[in-house]
Structure formats: C-alpha cells, structure tokens
C-alpha cells in the first residue's frame, strides 16, 4: 500500500529544518557509539576479556559487539509500537537518553584487572542497552522525516539520516586517528581508548533537549492509528516487510564490513597502522556524508530504482577485486582508494533507501514495519558480521572472505529492489 501523507506547508519551513537537525544528531551519536566500540575492539578485547590469547580476546570482544544486536529486534518491536501509538517524537527523545546511558557505562567502566568478572559483565549490559536503543532508532527517525517532508523530498528528507551515518563514522575514525597518533600505547590502552566514548556520553543529553523540543509530526497526529500495528505488520503487508528486509542486507554488510570493520581488517590481516585504518575511516564517512542528500536528492526525481539496483550491481562485482587489490598493495593509498569507490557506492545505494521503504507502508504502522525488517536484517547478517568474518579468516587462511560475504548480500538485496514502488505521479521507480 502506497503511503499517505501531509504536505507541510510554507509555515512549517522552520520545523522541516529542526526535524533534520534533531533526527542527524540524534542518529549520529547512535552510530558514533558504535562505531568507536568497533574501532577500538582491539583494546577492549585486552582491558575486559583477557584470555592470554589475543585472537581469542578479540573474538570475543566482536561477539560482546554482537550481543547487542539481539536487543534490536527487541527494541525495533517495543520502541517502533510505541512511536506508532504515541508518537515520533517521545520514540525519539527515549532512544538517545538510552543510547547516552550505554555509552556511558562503556566509557567508564572498570576493567577487568580492576574488578574481575564484574567488568565484562558491565561491557555486555551496556552493549544489551545499546542494542535496544539502536532497535527503536531507524524506524522512528525515517518516520519522522519523510512524514515532515513534501511529498517529492522524502528521499532527500531521509538520506540525512544516512548522512549522520558517514558523520558518526568521520567523527569516530577522526576521534580515533587523533589519540592513536597523539598517545603512546601504554597511555591509549589505559584511558585514551575512554575519550571517544566520553564524547559521545557528553553529546547524548544535548541530543535530546533538540529532539525534545520539535513539534510532532502533522502526518502522526492527523493518521489513523493502529491498536496492533506490528500483527498489521506480519497480516497485511508481508511482502513488503520482506522485501525491505532483503534490501536492508546489504546496507548493513556494508555498514558493518566495509565501513566499520576495515580499521580492524587494516589492522590485523593487512598489518598496516592503527592511523592509516582511521584516515581511510574518515575519507569514507565523508564521502556517505557528502553524497548521500545529493543521490537522494536526484533520486526524488529519476527514481528510487536506478540507484538502488545500480549501486547493488556494481558493489557486487567490484567487492572481490577491491579485496585483493588491498592485499595485493596494502598501503595508505590503496585503503583510500578502498574507502572512496565504497563511501560513494553506499552513498548511492542507502540515499533513496528509506524513502523507498517509507513508500511502502502506510503512517499507522510505518516505524512497526521499517523496525521489524530492518532489525531482524541487521541482527542475522550483520551483528556478527565482524566476528564471522575473523572467524573465516583464522579458519581458512585466506583474507577474502569478506569479499565474499558482501558479494552474497548484494545477491541477496538484488530481489529485493525489484519491489520498489514506483515515484507518485511520475511513474519513475
């Protein structure tokens, strides 16, 4: 069913600009916090889950990565009903206090020589916390955009969320290249790896008074709301909850492997400086930054399809000969070259994404539906993404096996673009 919404009018110019602001710094911290976890895992592994084992330790300090993913569906379900019945905005203003409270608990925590088992104990509670914030965050934040947007803006309303993606990423590798290159080892691994965390606790309570302060959605107030939005979900729109989820796939591989993981990839298998790892980092978060509002905004007028299929296509093909270029050359140059090709594929690939989702369920169970596919996609294939991944590696001997996961995502994400609605009025899919 093809979504309704209200036009915003001329006099609601002020709130569109508040929406985007509220929606970009909320989302960024939830991305940011995870984003630093992943980037850090390494000194995590050794300050919580001291084994004698390095691989060990680091496996399961990516597996502690993944627990939280459990929480998402949990929280996809819980907090996407309570935007559907309540509203955007307290969804909102619940998730980052929650996101805030985990990564404060990670930033301070004691280690394990400090407290014993008490501390990985915190770590994992913590990651649970996160995970269902992080559950309840995509679905209400494309809800409330694109139901503030005009009706032929939604794909440039929602790529700011995608944007604060790439800035949460930007500002977690920038955050990371300064205190690996500005601190010894001895003082990076004893409190430096705490300043991102910290930053990100500090950001959380500044988020939400934005957030708390924007008006709701005109479309939320004036729709027609469900009793039981999520058995709408699985009665009366199973096909496009399952086409969403496919689609979703290879957004998070991409997000969680060639974003998120590669500082570790460069670290561990490519033997190359923490800081080249971060520097890549950086070029790539901008580049999702930078080009995402700008694919979404030309998607809103050539169709949602043509970037979407065509961006899948070629991160399928290209995945297995950037890999080995890496591990041919593995250098500076060839990790930003990397990150360039891919920053700009997913900026095309994630830019009309939740547009396209939000085109496919109606305003009574929109956050419900986008949640539930979208978290069940994030927790199956891309919460252990790095630890299968390190897995493989260790298992087989060879350093492709990423290429490999992400060439089987976009596979997979390929049939379900075939179900995009076509653009109102227009036709153009």
């Avoid at 309540?86 to 805030?100: C, E, F, N, W, Y």
């Avoid at 969403?244 to 957004?251: D, G, N």
């Avoid at 974003?259 to 561990?268: D, E, I």
Wanted: hydrophobic share 50%; net charge positive; with cysteine.
């Amino acid at each position: 069913m093809q979504a309704t919404y209200a036009v915003p009018q001329d006099n609601l110019a002020r709130q569109r600009r508040h929406a985007i602001v509220a929606t970009v710094i909320g989302n960024g911290l939830e991305w940011f916090d995870f984003t630093v976890y992943s980037f850090f895992a390494a000194i995590i592994a050794k300050q919580f889950f001291p084994t004698g084992d390095d691989l060990s330790s680091f496996l399961l300090a990516v597996a502690t990565f993944g627990v939280g993913f459990f929480m998402r569906p949990v929280g996809g379900i819980v907090l996407g009903i309570y935007s559907d019945r309540v509203g955007r905005k307290a969804a909102l203003s619940l998730t980052i206090l929650l996101m805030a409270a985990g990564t404060a608990m990670i930033g301070l925590a004691p280690t394990y020589d400090q407290i014993g088992l008490a501390a990985p104990l915190i770590i994992v509670l913590a990651r649970l916390l996160q995970g269902f914030s992080a559950g309840g965050e995509m679905g209400g934040a494309t809800a409330f955009l694109t139901e503030y947007a005009p009706a032929n803006q939604r794909a440039y309303y929602s790529a700011w969320i995608q944007s604060s993606i790439g800035f949460a990423v930007l500002l977690g590798a920038a955050v990371g290249t300064f205190v690996t290159t500005e601190l010894d080892k001895a003082s990076l691994e004893s409190w430096g790896w705490r300043v991102p965390f910290i930053v990100g606790m500090l950001i959380g309570p500044v988020g939400f008074y934005i957030r708390n302060k924007i008006e709701e959605t005109p479309t939320f107030q004036s729709a027609e709301k469900s009793d039981t939005p999520l058995r709408d979900v699985f009665s009366q729109y199973p096909k496009e909850t399952l086409a969403s989820f496919s689609m979703v796939v290879l957004w998070t591989i991409c997000t969680y492997v060639l974003l998120f993981y590669m500082p570790t990839y460069a670290q561990r298998v490519l033997h190359l400086p923490a800081s080249n790892g971060f520097t890549a980092g950086m070029v790539g978060g901008a580049m999702i930054l930078v080009f995402a509002p700008v694919v979404g905004r030309l998607a809103d007028r050539l169709g949602r399809r043509p970037f979407l299929t065509g961006s899948a296509l070629l991160i399928l093909v290209l995945a297995w000969p950037m890999f080995t270029y890496l591990n041919v050359s593995p250098g500076l140059q060839s990790l930003l070259t990397f990150q360039i090709v891919f920053g700009l594929l997913i900026a095309c690939y994630t830019g009309p994404i939740l547009a396209a989702f939000s085109e496919l369920f109606p305003a009574k169970v929109l956050s419900t539906g986008l949640s539930v596919a979208y978290n069940f996609a994030v927790t199956i294939f891309g919460g252990f993404a790095a630890l299968i991944i390190t897995w493989l590696i260790a298992r087989t001997g060879s350093n492709m096996a990423p290429a490999i996961y992400v060439i089987v995502a976009a596979a997979i994400s390929l049939v379900g673009t075939c179900f995009v609605k076509p653009l109102p009025k227009t036709g153009k899919v």
